[in-house]
Every structure is written in C-alpha cells, then in structure tokens.
C-alpha cells in the first residue's frame, strides 16, 4: 500500500521513548538515538514539528491513583514533558539541527512561550520546533496536545512512534497470529477501542482531517522511510 508523502508533519513521542534500556527518566543515548532518526528525517526536507510525553518521569493519572490531587498531578506530568523536550532539544543541537521549544506553560527561562503564530514562523523557517508542557491543562495527556498542535500547525499528518509497526487486531507482543492494519478509519479506532492515541485525540484528527500514522520509531532509518511515503505503518484516516 502505498501512502503519501507528507509535508508538514507532527511527530508525537511518548516519555517511553527516552528510556531506553531503563525503566524510568532520560536516557542520554536514547535521546541521541531519537535525534538522528528525527534529522535523518529532516533532512528529507520536511517541515517538523515534535510533541514528547512525559510518562517516564510522571504521570498525573498514576500520581493520581496513589493520592495526589489530580489537577496538582497533572501539572507535575507537564513539568514532565518540559524536561523531556529540552534532553531532545540538546540531543538535536548536537545533531545540528536547530530547534525551539516552545511551551504551552511559560517558564521564560528555559523555552519561548507558546504562540502559534511564531511557532509557524519557526517551521517556515526550517526550525523543528518541540511543543512542551502539554495543551498545559490538566486532565488532557500529550496525545491530544499533539491533535491540537498539529490542527493548529496546519500539519499534513501525525506520525505516531512507537514500539512496533502499525496497529494490529491485537497485541502482537501477545497474540502471535495478530495481524497488522495498512489502513483504517477514524471511526474503526474509536468503535473497536483500539489503543493508539486516546479518543480525544483520535477524534480531533478525525474532525480536522489529519491523518494518524503509527510506525515503529525504534527501527533505525524508519521514521525517513516512513516520512517519504515508504516502509511499514499503519495510517489511520478518512
Ligand atoms: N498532561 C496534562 N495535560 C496535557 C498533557 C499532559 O495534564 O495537556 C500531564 C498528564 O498528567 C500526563 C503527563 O502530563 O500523564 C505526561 O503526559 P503523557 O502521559 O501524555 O505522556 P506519555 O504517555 O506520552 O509519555
């Protein structure tokens, strides 16, 4: 199957992404791994944009579960995501890259502000610009901060890294005889709950007409294959 190349493109990472071989926080090696298939990608010549979770640090639901006011929670998992973005920021300036983070709660700082405006300024540019802190409201997670910026961006497409290669009828880590989706609607993700992004999220895609692309960030070179319109993934759209 064949998918399209894409201009403008939202990529979300989960906190997960930063671990690497650990089991919690920011690995320095994982964070340049990530920052070259992110310039490996960018110089496609590609328009980019990034949205990191904050999972591996905290998370406000868990937080939450254990006792902690979940609006103080929350906050606590987008202060996350700015620790997060500013270890990708650094991995990619070592790349070369140039970057700005820009966060949804102001902490002068260490990040700009974020205005939409000037962070469309900042991709014209040719600048991967990381949007930190979340929508910087509680009770959202990064799925849907990485909806809206994307919709706000003008994004062809959210790409979705994660640990495997698209969406499956099941768990392929568990069910040996799941089978991998090419393609899917909007509506099939939110009827058969398939665990993707949250429905918030899918929804927003939905209504803006930005498709959803899950590929596995893992694999080296795939994020530049998948970005060209090649390798393997699943696109959600329609
Ligand atoms: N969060 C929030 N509002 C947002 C985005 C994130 O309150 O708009 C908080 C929430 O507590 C969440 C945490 O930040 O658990 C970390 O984000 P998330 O769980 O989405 O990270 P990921 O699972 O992608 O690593």
Redo the contacts with the bound molecule.
Sequence with gaps: MTRPRFNRILLKL???ALMGQGQFGIDPEAAAGLASEIAAAKGKGHELCLVV????I????AAAARGFDRAT??????L??VMNALALQNALEKQGVDTRVMS?IPMASVSEPYIRRRALRHLEKGRIVLFAA????????????AALRAAEMGCDALFKGTSVDGIYTADPKKAADAQRYDKLSFNKVLSDDLKVMDAAAVALCRDNNIPIVVFNIRQTGNLAEVIEGGGTATIVQG
Excluded: C, I, Q, V
């Excluded at 905290?58 to 639901?61: E, P």
């Excluded at 979340?134 to 901060?145: E, L, R, S």
């Design positions: 989960s906190g997960e979770g904050g999972g591996n905290f998370r406000g639901m929670a929350d906050y606590m998992g987008m996350a995501t949804a979340g929508t910087g409201n509680p009770y959202f997670t990064t799925d849907t901060a």
